[in-house]
């Protein structure tokens, strides 16, 4: 029988410092509600909302 897991595989923690996502000098995103994201066996995430985005995420990089 297989064993249920009773929590969830990723957890979301408030996250209190300030994340800015740069590509190269451009300035991707920049938010200070961010949330941290956990899943066992991986380093924690931070999730930022498009709404803090400084480009249309649309755009192609690279």
Known sequence: MADHITEPGITQHPHC???RILDGDTLI???CNAIELRECGYSPRQFVASA????DMSQSFG
């Open 17 to 19: 410092r300030r994340v």
């Open 29 to 31: 995103a920049d938010s």
């Open 52 to 55: 803090s985005a400084s480009v």
